[in-house]
């Protein structure tokens, strides 16, 4: 049974940093592209970072030279380093992954998420 279980979700403030976890099990994280997105109420989710044996990590542009994405391949684990945190950061932050390893656009399997609020 395939499963992404996020953690390290908390609350910050600006400026601050974060490291968020995801546990994959059911399959290995090394045959499938690896994303993190991120949802706010009202908002269009957003593609974060992902990151694929094929073209290496990708980030959004917001979050360019903060975000770090990285994978465990002994754990099976997915994980995002976020530094210089600011309130527009604010999310929930989901785990996700996709067979298609060249483009990682079509997601099938989806963490529950975890919460991120960055506030003063």
């Known amino acids: 049974q395939v499963q992404l279980v996020e953690s390290g979700g908390g609350s910050v403030h600006p400026g601050g940093s974060l490291r968020l976890s995801c546990a994959a099990s059911?399959?290995?994280?090394?045959?499938?592209?690896m994303a993190w997105f991120r949802q706010v109420p009202g908002k269009e989710r957003e593609r974060v970072a992902a990151?694929?044996?094929?073209?290496?990590?990708s980030y959004a542009d917001s979050v360019k030279g903060r975000f770090t994405i990285s994978r465990d391949f002994a754990g099976n684990g997915l994980y995002l380093q976020m530094n210089s945190l600011r309130p527009e950061d604010s999310a929930t932050y989901l785990c996700?992954?996709?067979?298609?390893?060249?483009?990682?656009?079509?997601?099938?399997?989806w963490g529950k998420g975890t919460l991120v609020t960055i506030s003063s």
């Open positions: 996700a992954s996709s067979p298609d390893i060249w483009q990682c656009r079509t997601m099938d399997y």
């Open positions: 059911g399959f290995v994280i090394g045959s499938y592209c």
């Open positions: 990151i694929s044996d094929s073209f290496g990590p």
